[in-house]
């Protein structure tokens, strides 16, 4: 049988100790047990280390934002096609449910929080916003929450979607910690910070948290 060398070589991931983005596929990763190697690409030191080398990094990434991952001889970017990809090529364990309305809750929540929270109070946004950018965040996750909060007592068991862990509970987890960096009251949303919780006492999610990357400064490490 022949085996291609690409898919014999450890999975390279391109990111940000603090980008949710790059959070969601850590998790993945260490969900699926797959041992890769983290190239980190800093978001805020000299502008930004995707601006300060363009081009290099516009080859890897042509929006030049993170993740990026070099995996099985093909390069990806976005954090749901890249999981998504992980999903399709290493499905045990299975981070999407058999049931096909399962599936599209999960995908349903995925989507709500990373189009219709996370891109609306990431850094390069907020750069943008100035003075006025903690206010902006908090608005606008608490409207993503006020939506997710009540799907969520709809569709959550243990994990998000029933008692299995999914790619939604993979996409909470980083938008939660973003609203507790803009001190957003989270009793204001028991099953979302119930959620949380647990998902936080778990090995997966505890090793991929921002406290704890190779590029965490020595002043937020755990």
């Not at 930004?48 to 030049?64: A, C, D, F, S």
């Not at 006025?132 to 997710?148: D, M, P, T, Y």
Request: aromatic share 8%; glycine share 4%.
């Amino acid at each position: 049988m022949h085996v291609s060398l690409s898919c014999l070589t450890k999975p390279i991931l391109y990111g940000y100790f603090r980008s949710s983005c790059s959070w969601r596929v850590r998790t993945a990763f260490a969900l699926k047990g797959i041992d890769y190697d983290q190239v980190p690409v800093n978001l805020v030191k000299d502008g930004g280390q995707q601006v300060k080398l363009t081009e290099q990094y516009k080859e890897l990434n042509p929006m030049r934002q993170v993740p990026t991952v070099k995996i099985d001889g093909v390069t990806l970017s976005q954090s749901l096609a890249i999981i998504e990809y992980i999903e399709e090529t290493r499905p045990s364990p299975p981070l999407l449910p058999a049931s096909p309305q399962k599936r599209a809750q999960v995908r349903m929540i995925c989507d709500l929080i990373v189009s219709g929270i996370q891109p609306l109070q990431n850094l390069y946004l907020l750069q943008k916003i100035g003075d006025e950018k903690v206010s902006w965040a908090q608005h606008f996750i608490i409207r993503g929450f006020e939506a997710l909060e009540p799907i969520l007592k709809q569709t959550a068991g243990k994990f998000c979607v029933g008692n299995e862990i999914s790619m939604a509970d993979v996409c909470l987890v980083p938008q939660v910690y973003n609203a507790e960096r803009f001190k957003v009251d989270m009793s204001q949303f028991p099953t979302i910070k119930g959620l949380n919780e647990t998902l936080l006492t778990l090995e997966a999610f505890k090793v991929s948290h921002p406290s704890c990357q190779p590029d965490t400064p020595e002043e937020l490490r755990a």
